[in-house]
């Protein structure tokens, strides 16, 4: 069992303030902590891991199947203090943060086909439940 702490600042939630469910990929503790003083869901992402390896294919197909819920079943979220992560919300959100790091760029080498296939890779996931 792993052992960290987090500071969860009160402020009003996201919800409330804005009347969105949100959600978010952030596997880096710190960027989660904000997520989680504003009451969003941290979803689970495989592969992510907050350095230059992270997957961001991963990232961008758990926001895509979080928003396109409950078409498709809504991504697990983080909980604080448990080993388990929990089901995502049935209905889906209806407010997606997914957070990339520049530096997660910078040592890549980018093209625009790299963009174009993490863009493409979203909107598949998305379309068939647009379309209908």
Known sequence: MSIFLII???VP??????GLWPCMVAPTKIIAGLGLSLDIDILEAPGATGDYQTLLTS??????????APLAPSPNVFVPGEDEHKPGRPDGYDFGF?????LTFSVRVLSLSFC?????????????????
């Open 8 to 10: 969860i600042v009160q």
């Open 13 to 18: 939630s996201f919800e409330n303030k804005h």
């Open 59 to 68: 990232k961008a197909t758990v926001i895509a199947k979080a928003l396109s």
């Open 98 to 102: 997914l957070h990339i790091k520049v």
């Open 116 to 132: 174009h296939f993490h863009i493409n890779c979203t909107i598949k996931t998305m379309l068939p439940f647009v379309a209908e």
